[in-house]
């Protein structure tokens, strides 16, 4: 009798401590969500969250980008359980002014020390009224890729320097029968990546801002802005060296073809240079390199996508507050001194990121030679600038602007024209957001 006491209570001793988590207390359930890319590294990852807090389960769903921002948006609004989730430093503003997302460094303090190792773009894309919303998911740059081949074919030693370089390589090109269309991007309406190549593209030029110190656009003739636009209608229209595909494409429609060497030039986001120059995915792999963007500034725009913790965690109280705290500083901050899962996403997608000392890790430095030059991107880095504009409103204005684009490219109404309704439409935007 006293032996089947015994084990009995070492039974219970040990359902006490396996896994710190107490006798009979059930573990603390954390609602996240993120746009469809990675998704199976991202069950990996939380496994390995998990195995290390055991105490704590994710339940996990994923949506397509193009879809995230409303279901995300309709979520807050219903209730949705959602704890942490991806944000982006272009719905920021409208998330955190209406109280949905929270800033971490009121219940994190500590957070605000990764501030110094973060790019100064990604922390300007993760603040609002002055504090630390997010820990960097990854941050990145619209960046110029170049096809070496096609140039060496056509007989240029270097890719362009200028706007100026990229339309007349572009024109050899053509004229050669070397591509149909040497440029190529995916500026589809609901491509949200357009915006951020259209701003690039702006911040090319000396005089390139959207908007001034106050918020009112700079869309003159003299501005960065109509010298964008009308870049990308005369390389459409004039010179026709932008295939019109474009205008319908998304970022995977840009890079299958961009891939398939069937365009010279693209703008796009810097990580997929990584599959583009690797052999399991394209036969072209190796053909493809990095140039500085191409402009009187070579500037171009770096943003931020990051992990945020909603309003709807704090509700639940201090245990949650706790696990999200856990959850956000595992995906996006250090744990035993090492960023591991940006270095993750880095090695393995080539994936950019925002926290600097990646750079002078060996692995992380090898990796990316492999694929590209880390001295260029890290050139290209100290370049980069966050989108201005970055308003509640935003993410509403850049649905019209990216309209008006087409608009003008298609030459249903005039650059000028498109420029003064996309103004218009922004002062009208501010107007009521201030009152």
């Not at 994710?58 to 942490?84: C, E, K, L, M």
């Not at 339309?167 to 269309?181: A, H």
């Not at 990316?368 to 308003?391: D, F």
Request: aromatic share 14%.
């Amino acid at each position: 009798m006293r032996r089947q006491c015994i084990l009995v209570g070492l039974l219970v001793l040990v359902g006490c401590i396996v896994g710190n988590v107490a006798f009979g207390q059930e573990k603390i359930e954390l609602n996240f969500i993120s746009w469809s890319y990675g998704v199976e590294t991202v069950k990996d990852n939380i496994a390995k969250f998990e195995a290390r807090y055991p105490n704590i389960k994710v339940n996990y769903s994923d949506f397509s980008w193009f879809d995230y921002h409303d279901i995300a948006v309709q979520r807050f609004i219903s209730g949705t359980p959602t704890d942490v989730m991806y944000g982006s430093d272009h719905w920021l503003q409208e998330w955190a002014a209406a109280g949905w997302i929270v800033p971490l460094e009121d219940y994190f303090p500590e957070v605000v020390e990764y501030k110094k190792e973060f790019a100064p773009y990604a922390v300007e894309g993760m603040t609002f009224n002055g504090k630390l919303y997010g820990l960097p998911y990854y941050a990145d740059m619209v960046v110029f890729l170049y096809n070496k081949e096609m140039l060496k074919e056509a007989g240029f030693e270097n890719p362009p320097q200028t706007l100026d370089e990229l339309i007349e390589q572009s024109k050899v090109l053509k004229e050669k029968g070397i591509c149909k269309y040497p440029l190529a991007l995916c500026f589809a309406k609901h491509e949200g990546q357009s915006i951020e190549i259209f701003t690039s593209l702006v911040y090319s030029f000396k005089d390139g801002n959207m908007f001034d110190a106050d918020l009112n656009p700079l869309f003159g003739k003299d501005g960065g802005v109509y010298k964008a636009l009308q870049f990308l209608y005369d390389a459409l229209n004039t010179y026709q060296i932008l295939d019109p595909s474009s205008l319908t494409w998304g970022e995977i429609d840009l890079v299958k073809s961009f891939g398939a060497g069937n365009h010279a030039f693209t703008f796009v986001n810097k990580y997929n240079l990584a599959e583009l120059n690797n052999p399991a995915v394209t036969n072209l792999a190796g053909q493809f390199a990095m140039a500085l963007f191409p402009g009187e500034t070579h500037s171009c725009v770096g943003f931020v996508r990051f992990y945020c913790m909603t309003d709807m965690a704090v509700k639940r109280g201090k245990e949650v507050i706790d696990a999200a705290g856990k959850f956000i500083n595992y995906f996006g901050g250090k744990t035993d001194g090492v960023y591991i899962v940006a270095k993750r996403w880095a090695l393995e997608k080539g994936l950019g990121f925002a926290q600097l000392p990646l750079y002078d890790d060996p692995e992380v430095i090898n990796a990316i030679n492999q694929w590209g030059n880390v001295e260029i991107e890290k050139q290209q880095a100290s370049l980069a600038r966050a989108k201005q504009g970055m308003t509640p409103f935003y993410g509403t204005w850049d649905i019209f602007m990216r309209e008006q684009i087409h608009k003008a490219l298609l030459k249903e109404v005039s650059i000028e024209d498109a420029l003064s309704a996309s103004a218009k439409y922004w002062n009208d935007l501010k107007q009521k957001f201030q009152k």
